[in-house]
């Protein structure tokens, strides 16, 4: 027992200070103070969940608001009772095999003269630890809401800990005896980074679903219409009957006011502790050997005649530098989640956002912007608002481009290696093509994307499609080349964790919060010229055009001059 | 050649890394740079190949002005830094195919090249494989392997041996001399003074920043006119450097 707890001091902190993790958050070498975050690594965690935790409060109020007017509040609690196990699955999988299989530091502990039972249950809780943050990020808040907006009792209260705790255990053992298996006798798994990514994927896909489901309950309540619960009733009073710790969960907690709930919180112990035994009766038998198998390194492929040949192809400087670029973006899930990913994820959260809001009343988004298509498909705004649609371009390019943080990262995520960057033969100029490139493309195709899917749903005429992506393209190539610029002043050279070049870092929020504020001065700068002409909309437009140009060819002008003297003042 | 005249490097403007540095290394020649960790031998490195600026002083390999001309000079040198942790997400392949293409070496010359080295460092079957699941010694073989693509007439070694298993180690000692011995300059550091004994045409022992000895073995022995081994006259030279009363700040001092 005391070397379990020994293991678990260290486990445990290093966990919430990985899930917590932001560049920049741990103390750096250099660094003469630690941040309040590094020094709290549990503040950090908070930060990174409070989000969820108060989407989640503000569901249980709407959703307990609504079904208390039917009588029917009840069915909140088998509606979370059904959805903890589905989470816990769903992370388990996920933080189960990263946590249990992916981390280095295994070899580090297996080497200590500590019994391999202890350090599986040591592992075991840490991994735990993780799913009991998620699943209490997304559910206490909102048990919490609803007990105060029901009026439940003060056993209720009491009870909601225990609820949460017993049904993510059961189905979090459960889940890892088939993970167990799959680790040990196949080669799932096995490719750390693809495992990561898809992960991230997984885990973004249900903020975003979670973060609509709330969106479409706020706008419901907004119109007095009964809300939809999280899963339909029919779903989940059936489901259940196969989840007997999230019965008992359920009849625990609505029984929560007679002594009933006591019998109920026995039996969902007692089914917990039926779990875990069987869980680590399996884990003791293959969590060993599917490590050690996993260390084992993949069947050696040779390269042909042929093969080694043509991979050795001759391209130029600047194609060799780009492919370089993309591929070492591409394969680290850390960097393509921070940089194109969230690119992708933002507007299209955005826009999702604006659709489920926007048709949760039951109205066609035909019949939600009929206004606007029939007023864009006239002439009249090119006479009277053009610098409007000029002001929205541009300022929307800059916006949207904003969350494309690949050029501000571009030095950074080179770390160590930015000594080849300053190493090999290649002229700064190339190498700025090359660093820029897929922020660059990426953010272009992305608003290429989003103007023919808004342009085709409002009946854009071809000159306005046109000139949407012109001038999107000009801001999203100016946010894109800004990014270097203060990328180039302020690298972050020297990390440890992927997390730390591009999370966080200093020219990652500069440069995203930098465009933010820059979108914003161009909507002012809009409406002043517009002042100033007294109304001239085809000056205020040229202006600003212009202005969009001048940043364009500034910021360009600036990346070249600091790329050139990069190599000169960063020494590594 | 590698003509240094001068050079002084300071780190925050406090530490003096390397201090009046003067040093030719001639064509023909393998030169071993000796000193204990800390003498400043990467920084002397670094500044040769271009990664870091000198304070003071100039550096030229084959005539060329390594800050005037850094392009230039780049494509006549190449550099394996003591860190072998390059693009670890590239395949070896990937890696090295990046690095011909940037130095522009012809089709046929990367492929025989590649095949060569790949071969004498026991690497042919593992370029399909990423660079992260190599081992210590892999990665440092391959960075030498994409080092040494391009055949320019000066190697810059940092401690290369590192890492290396025995069989790799000495055909990279016998690329050394082989390269050498066609007119080409080879100046690498090192810990291990049985290489420098064996390997050197000259060799120079750096520490705290300032060069204490220039010569062949040979001189060096003379100098100190008796027949002990390296070890005993480096621990001799180096030893007195580092434990000068002179090498510790005042507050130390003080606190003495």
């Known amino acids: ?572 | 050649m590698i003509s240094i005249h001068e050079i002084s490097k300071s780190y925050d403007q406090k530490t003096q890394a390397v201090e009046s540095l003067s040093l030719e290394i001639y064509d023909n020649e393998i030169f071993g740079f000796l000193g204990p960790n800390g003498a400043g031998k990467t920084t002397s490195l670094k500044m040769i190949s271009g990664l870091l600026l000198p304070d003071h002083g100039s550096i030229k390999v084959n005539g060329i002005d390594v800050v005037a001309e850094p392009l230039e000079a780049k494509k006549n040198l190449s550099f394996v830094s003591d860190d072998p942790n390059v693009f670890l997400r590239l395949k070896g392949i990937e890696y090295l195919r990046f690095l011909a293409d940037v130095y522009e070496v012809a089709e046929d010359v990367r492929v025989e090249h590649i095949k060569d080295l790949s071969h004498r460092f026991g690497m042919s079957n593992v370029l399909d494989q990423k660079i992260q699941s190599y081992s210590h010694g892999m990665r440092q073989k391959i960075v030498l392997i994409g080092a040494l693509i391009h055949n320019p007439p000066t190697w810059v070694l940092d401690e290369p041996m590192t890492g290396l298993d025995p069989s790799s180690s000495y055909q990279l000692k016998n690329m050394m001399r082989e390269h050498a011995d066609k007119g080409n300059t080879v100046l690498f550091s090192t810990h291990v003074l049985d290489v420098a004994e064996k390997v050197c045409d000259r060799l120079g022992v750096i520490a705290e920043g300032k060069l204490l000895f220039v010569g062949t073995m040979a001189e060096l022995r003379e100098k100190h006119q008796d027949d002990s081994s390296l070890e005993s006259i480096f621990l001799e030279m180096v030893g007195e450097e580092q434990f000068s009363p002179f090498a510790l700040s005042e507050e130390e001092a003080g606190s003495l």
């Open chain 1, 1 to 572: 027992m005391r070397k379990y707890l020994l293991l678990l001091r260290v486990l445990i902190p290093e966990s919430v200070r990985g899930i917590g993790e932001s560049g920049g958050l741990r103390p750096g070498k250099k660094r003469k103070r630690a941040s309040l975050f590094a020094e709290k690594p549990w503040l950090a965690l908070l930060v990174s969940y409070s989000f969820i935790m108060i989407y989640s409060a503000f569901f249980g109020v709407a959703l307990t608001g609504t079904l208390k007017l039917s009588g029917l509040e009840d069915q909140f609690v088998s509606s979370v009772a059904f959805m903890i196990p589905i989470i816990t699955v769903i992370f388990g999988f996920m933080q189960g095999i990263s946590s249990l299989y992916h981390e280095s530091k295994i070899d580090f502990f297996l080497a200590l003269p500590i019994k391999t039972g202890t350090y599986v249950a040591a592992k075991l809780t840490e991994v735990y630890l993780y799913i009991f943050i998620t699943v209490a990020s997304f559910f206490l808040p909102a048990l919490l809401a609803h007990a105060i907006v029901a009026g439940r009792t003060v056993g209720f209260y009491f009870l909601i800990l225990p609820f949460v705790i017993f049904s993510s255990i059961a189905p979090f053992a459960v889940l890892l005896i088939p993970v167990f298996v799959l680790m040990r006798f196949t080669r799932f798994a096995r490719n750390k980074d693809r495992f990561q990514l898809i992960s991230n994927l997984v885990f973004m896909v249900v903020i975003m679903t979670f973060a609509l489901s709330m969106s479409r309950v706020s706008s419901q309540m907004d119109m007095e219409q009964t809300p939809g619960l999280l899963v339909p009733e029919s779903v989940y009073s059936r489901g259940l009957r196969f989840l007997p710790s999230s019965l008992f969960a359920d009849l625990m907690l609505k029984n929560a006011s007679s002594w009933q709930s006591l019998w109920y919180l026995l039996l969902l112990a007692a089914v917990t502790m039926v779990c875990v035994a069987i869980m680590l009766l399996v884990a003791g038998k293959l969590y060993l050997p599917g490590v050690l198998g996993n260390k084992g390194s993949k069947a050696v492929r040779v390269l042909t005649q042929e093969e080694f040949r043509k991979a050795l192809k001759p391209r130029s400087q600047t194609r060799a530098l780009i492919s370089k670029e993309w591929k070492l973006l591409l394969r680290s899930p850390t960097f393509f989640m921070q940089t194109i990913l969230s690119s992708i994820i933002m507007p299209l959260a955005m826009i999702l956002g604006g659709f489920v809001g926007g048709t949760a009343g039951g109205d066609s988004m035909g019949s939600l912007f009929g206004d606007q298509m029939a007023y864009l498909q006239t002439d009249a705004w090119w006479r009277s608002d053009l610098w409007i649609v000029v002001m929205v371009l541009v300022a929307a390019g800059i916006f949207f481009g904003s969350f494309n943080m690949a050029s501000s990262t571009a030095i950074s995520r080179q770390g160590q290696t930015f000594q080849t960057s300053k190493l090999i033969p290649a002229a700064p100029h190339r190498q700025l093509i090359a660093w820029v490139f897929p922020g660059i493309s990426v953010s272009g195709l992305l608003w290429l994307l989003t103007i023919l899917f808004i342009g085709t749903f409002l009946k854009f005429s071809p000159l306005l499609m046109l000139a949407a992506t012109i001038i999107g393209w000009i801001s999203c190539y100016t946010v894109q080349m800004a990014g270097i610029c203060i990328d180039m002043k302020y690298p972050t050279l020297s990390w440890t964790s992927e997390n730390q070049a591009v999370k966080n870092s200093k020219s990652a929020m500069i440069g995203m919060f930098g465009s933010m504020g820059l979108a914003g001065v161009v909507v002012a700068l809009s409406f002043l010229l517009n002042a100033v002409t007294q109304g001239n909309s085809a000056i205020t437009s040229a202006f600003m055009l212009a202005f969009a140009l001048g940043l364009a060819g500034f910021f360009t002008w600036l990346a070249r001059r600091m790329a050139a003297e990069l190599f000169r003042h960063v020494e590594i």
